[in-house]
């Protein structure tokens, strides 16, 4: 059974200082839930079944998304019409990316969501793990409201 994420110890002594400033390498948008640090091992399934998911890429229509649920760990993908394209073309790599793009500022296993801006041709995506929690609606992509810092 999955532990419950624990919430983190913000006395100074206990937080990992970041770079917050903004980082010109990434074209998207970083939200962290500095409060939630999810469950390690739920969280990596829950990725590695996203990641398997997607593979090579998938098109991911405009209000749709790809996930996994692992225990208290929800590992998403979810396309939104930026652009005006109908899709997004979503890969495993750039789910690597836009997590590793979270981990760099919220911090490893702490909740958050990364907003992927490309061009015309494939609109933009939100890929992220927050916790999975009663209430939770089908509409994960909705569900994307505990995200509050830009870093942590």
Do not use: W
């Amino acid at each position: 059974m999955a532990t419950i994420p624990r919430s983190l110890d913000f006395s100074d002594d206990k937080l990992e200082k970041r770079n917050c400033a903004a980082d010109p390498s990434t074209a998207g948008t970083m939200k962290c839930n500095c409060a939630y640090e999810l469950d390690h091992p739920s969280c990596d399934a829950a990725v590695a079944d996203l990641k398997n998911q997607v593979g090579n890429g998938v098109l991911i229509k405009q209000g749709q998304a790809y996930y996994s649920i692992r225990g208290v760990s929800i590992a998403y993908a979810c396309s939104y019409n930026q652009y005006g394209a109908p899709r997004s073309l979503v890969t495993a790599t750039q789910i690597a990316t836009g997590l590793a793009h979270i981990t760099n500022r919220c911090g490893l296993y702490i909740t958050g969501t990364y907003a992927a801006k490309y061009d015309s041709v494939s609109a933009g995506f939100d890929v992220g793990y927050m916790r999975n929690y009663a209430g939770l609606s089908q509409h994960i992509c909705d569900d994307v409201v505990e995200f509050y810092a830009n870093c942590c």
